[in-house]
């Protein structure tokens, strides 16, 4: 089954609201990762957090190994905030790292 | 600092022709390379994983081929495309150090059209 489910799939918020994007993975991990995807296809990497809670600016996110969940929670959407938010699993070891990629959630602000 | 660079950006293609897609890092010696794929409205997954030069690991079946022909070169190639070849790749590196090797690196990707 499915190592990585995000949700929402989608969300569309009014510029000014908060949102909150969900990570459950199913298997244990070294840590997890969560990615802002451009609409062109690149990663702006967010966060590296393989637990508690960590912030950059209006987001925080916040990682409960034990309870096999992360959370993004981005304050004030702007509209520039628009695009896909990926979480993924991080393993490494002898043959280097190897992330397992949520679907995403693809959120929309509209000014 | 250390740079990725990838080549092409674009690529619109034929089916059966041959494929080519280059990735650089520059600024860190003996990083791990990898190839990732993205199939339009699908999810990111490793197809291929390099330690060091020469040493290629494939992750996922796709008819593809990877080669590291140098420290700093991570090469994805096919003779011949397969409309399922379409989508967004993407090079990363990370550290050899275990100790450190906290996260993926990427690069800013290729996006390939087989038609």
């Known amino acids: 089954g499915q190592q990585v489910q995000q949700s929402p799939a989608s969300l569309v918020l009014q510029e000014g609201e908060n949102a909150e994007l969900q990570c459950n993975f199913s298997?244990?991990?070294?840590?997890m990762q969560w990615f802002y995807q451009r609409p062109g296809g690149s990663l702006v990497s967010l966060f590296y957090n393989p637990s508690g809670t960590k912030h950059s600016g209006r987001l925080t996110s916040t990682t409960v190994i034990k309870e096999r969940r992360s959370s993004l929670h981005i304050s004030s959407s702007q509209t520039t905030d628009s695009g896909t938010y990926l979480c993924?699993?991080?393993?490494?070891?002898?043959?280097?790292?190897?992330?397992?990629f949520g679907i995403g959630t693809l959120l929309s602000v509209k000014p | 600092a250390q740079t990725i660079h990838q080549w092409p950006v674009a690529e619109i293609k034929a089916v059966g022709s041959p494929l080519s897609l280059g990735c650089t890092i520059k600024g860190k010696s003996s990083p791990n390379l990898y190839w990732y794929w993205q199939a339009t409205g699908g999810t990111l997954q490793q197809l291929f994983y390099s330690i060091t030069v020469g040493q290629v690991e494939s992750v996922v079946q796709l008819n593809l081929s990877a080669s590291r022909p140098k420290d700093d070169q991570f090469i994805l190639s096919t003779e011949k495309l397969l409309l399922s070849h379409s989508g967004f790749y993407l090079c990363?590196?990370?550290?050899?150090?275990?100790?450190?090797?906290?996260?993926?690196?990427f690069g800013s990707g290729t996006r390939l059209t087989v038609l």
């Open positions: 298997t244990s991990l070294n840590s």
């Open positions: 993924a699993l991080e393993f490494y070891g002898s043959s280097g790292n190897k992330l397992i």
């Open positions: 990363a590196w990370s550290l050899q150090d275990r100790a450190s090797a906290e996260t993926l690196y």
